[in-house]
């Protein structure tokens, strides 16, 4: 198995064009409005697999690249990942 790794510049200018996770706040999840895959609504960080060249993932490895702050604070927090265009 082998995995492709998307680019994270936690140093860029701008934060929003960073290519790191953590950057968009995600929104009150409403299950009467919210419709959970659609990121305008759910908010978070969006990445497109198809910009790196993989057109198909079996496997979703998140690694918390953070080395800053400590327990039980420290690193991230992962709420959910959304496949929203796929087999």
């Given at each position: ?23 968009s ?20 960080d ?21 080395a ?5 604070s420290?690193?991230?927090d ?10």
């Amino acid at each position: 198995m082998s995995f492709v790794t998307l680019a994270c510049e936690p140093s860029a200018a701008d934060p929003a064009s960073s290519g790191c996770a953590g950057v968009s706040p995600t929104e009150e999840y409403d299950a009467e409005t919210s419709v959970p895959l659609d990121p305008a609504m759910s908010g978070g960080d969006a990445f497109d697999l198809a910009a790196l060249g993989v057109a198909r993932a079996r496997y979703v490895r998140v690694r918390d690249r953070s080395a800053e702050g400590a327990a039980p604070s420290a690193g991230f927090d992962l709420d959910a990942i959304g496949w929203v265009n796929g087999d």
